[in-house]
């Protein structure tokens, strides 16, 4: 029977090569087989630091100013919601979003009403600064539209004519009647003597001349009385009238005044509410610019601790890129067996054929034929 021929065929890297290749994977990662240790830098996560401990008392330290390491929280730097800074060696600050600056806090405050975060003072909030100056707004108004309504609907007094009348009137009526009631007594002489001179004198023809000289005077003067009278009366009236015209419109001049003073403090209070929107809008717009300024120095702080952390990778990625590119003279190494036959198989079938030749049956004691499995 045939032999059976088996071949092994490897192909093995220059021994330089291998052993690159050996240390560059061993500086990633490896494990001892007697301690069970992992080392490499895939060991740990770059993005951990390892804390800093005190050695004194095993507990972690703190960031302190300049960078030093301290172990009183009171001395170690805050972040910016106001906890102390843990000590670690390397590692890369978590992402975060920088908050609401100062400027942007006491923007919401005096919207929103609250306590200035820096200086403390207590503001009353923008959202309703309108009210106060509406009330006013509202109250002045409403008091020049009752002084307009009270000076339209008030009625003339036609006694306040006496307010007016002048009292020297009856002085110089008393005075005026005397004056005719003199010239009325000169008249009277005059009219006796020239009946004296006609040779008339006394009888009925004097009497009725001078009963009618003084129905005369006596008319005279109740017309002068009348006339005067009637004339400061009239001008009394009128006086009396001009001044109620004059207070009416002097009335509804002061409503119109406190209706427009109001209609002025209610734009007056929407003026400083605007203004103080204003205000807000650019403390809250400085804030923000602040706020970009310090997410920008966050983020690019911790991409430079990223780069950091992940540049042995970077470093052992390019050394790979570089095995990766070395020609590769690799050295074949083939080995070939051939099965030899069995010696027990050997005598057992020599043990059968002497048997059967003999005529005695199988040697074995009834054992059977045995067979190499292998066919030799």
Do not use: C, H, W
Not at 82 to 92: C, D, K, Q, S, Y
């Amino acid at each position: 029977m045939a032999e059976e021929i088996i071949q092994k065929q490897m192909t093995l890297l220059p021994d330089y090569q291998e052993k690159f290749l050996k240390d560059l994977l061993a500086n990633v990662y490896q494990v001892d087989e007697e301690t069970g240790t992992i080392t490499g830098i895939a060991a740990t996560s770059p993005l951990y630091g390892t804390p800093v401990m005190d050695p004194e008392t095993g507990e972690q330290m703190y960031v302190g100013a300049g960078g030093a390491f301290v172990t009183d929280p009171t001395q170690a730097v805050m972040d910016q919601y106001g906890e102390p800074i843990l000590a670690t060696e390397g590692g890369v600050a978590a992402p975060d979003i920088v908050g609401f600056t100062d400027p942007q806090m006491q923007a919401i405050a005096r919207m929103t009403g609250g306590v200035d975060p820096v200086t403390g003072e207590q503001y009353e909030g923008a959202m309703d600064a309108y009210q106060p100056y509406l009330d006013q707004s509202l109250e002045a108004f409403t008091s020049g539209t009752d002084i307009a309504q009270s000076a339209g609907t008030a009625a003339y007094d036609p006694q306040s004519y006496k307010e007016y009348y002048d009292p020297f009137v009856e002085d110089v009526i008393d005075t005026t009647l005397a004056e005719i009631q003199r010239e009325g007594d000169i008249g009277k002489i005059g009219e006796r003597a020239q009946a004296v001179g006609a040779g008339a004198y006394g009888g009925s023809r004097q009497a009725i001349a001078e009963q009618e000289l003084q129905r005369n005077i006596a008319d005279q003067k109740a017309r002068t009385a009348a006339q005067l009278r009637s004339a400061a009366y009239t001008g009394a009236q009128q006086q009396a009238q001009s001044a109620f015209e004059n207070q009416q419109k002097r009335g509804i001049q002061s409503g119109q005044l406190f209706q427009g003073l109001g209609t002025g403090i209610g734009a007056l209070g929407e003026a400083a509410q605007n203004l103080g929107f204003q205000d807000v809008n650019a403390l809250f717009n400085i804030g923000q610019l602040e706020q970009g300024q310090l997410q920008r120095e966050y983020d690019v702080q911790r991409a430079g601790q990223l780069e950091e952390a992940y540049e042995p990778f970077a470093r052992f990625s390019y050394m790979r890129d570089i095995l990766s590119g070395v020609p590769s003279s690799g050295t074949s190494l083939a080995a070939s067996a051939t099965p030899q036959a069995s010696p027990l198989g050997n005598v057992l079938k020599y043990g059968s054929t002497i048997g059967s030749a003999q005529g005695q049956g199988n040697i074995l004691g009834g054992l059977g034929t045995l067979m190499n499995p292998s066919g030799a």
